[in-house]
């Protein structure tokens, strides 16, 4: 079966630290996308990639980054972690064209 | 401005009572419309994908169906399992135009 795996479904961190969270798909698709999951906000884009060692911001970029050095994962990154940042993170990943997104299982992060 | 919207925010059925989610949608040239089903603490998991008004789509007791400007989930005798928030989504274009376009959801529950 095919998958996107994240690599935490818990993580607890303190505000000010440095915060990585993985994604590895094995789909050999080209896209890969991180979202963040609020309460009525609904998700929303952080950023996205198309290549390797590409990256794109998407709607709410501030305070995170990306990386992207092999096709297959795609790691998000808090380079200070606030108690705003508290979220669920969503991963997906998809073939160029139009198919949708397969999600990954979601990382729930709590700052305090 | 490309945009999406599901209505209603919150549906409560008993179960065997069949009845619908709508996903209205507002798009320069439509290219996919999918539907997620997200259960609490995880990913949305896809369902469907309609390319062209009149399409329908069915799994179970679902049925999605897609007109010019909106789509469909029907749910046929739903089942308390059944409960779940429905995502829609919409692709427009290639490049980053290409990126899913989401609706907040449709949180269903079905009572026994």
């Known amino acids: 079966d095919v998958k996107v795996t994240q690599s935490s479904r818990y993580l607890v961190k303190r505000t000010g630290e440095k915060v990585f969270l993985e994604c590895v798909q094995d789909m050999d698709h080209e896209n890969m996308f991180w979202y963040r999951q609020d309460p009525g906000l609904g998700l929303r884009l952080i950023y996205f990639?198309?290549?390797?060692?590409?990256?794109e911001k998407g709607d709410i970029p501030e305070g995170y980054s990306v990386s992207r050095e092999k096709k297959e994962r795609f790691s998000l990154i808090l380079e200070s972690a606030s108690t705003n940042q508290t979220s669920m993170y969503l991963c997906?990943?998809?073939?160029?064209?139009?198919?949708?997104?397969?999600f990954g299982s979601g990382t729930r992060l709590t700052v305090v | 401005e490309d945009q999406v919207t599901q209505s209603p925010e919150a549906l409560r059925l008993q179960e065997g009572e069949s009845s619908s989610l709508n996903c209205s949608y507002t798009v320069s040239g439509l290219r996919g419309l999918f539907w997620y089903r997200q259960d609490p603490g995880k990913g949305p998991e896809f369902l469907f994908t309609?390319?062209?008004a009149g399409e329908e789509k069915e799994k179970e007791r679902l049925k999605a169906t897609l007109t010019k400007k909106e789509s469909f989930l029907h749910i046929t005798a739903p089942k308390p399992e059944d409960s779940a928030t429905y995502l829609c989504a919409v692709q427009v274009g290639g490049g980053s135009q290409g990126n899913l376009i989401f609706g907040k959801g449709t949180k269903l529950s079905v009572k026994p």
């Open positions: 997906a990943s998809s073939r160029t064209g139009y198919y949708g997104y397969t």
């Open positions: 990639s198309y290549d390797v060692k590409m990256k």
């Open positions: 309609l390319y062209s």
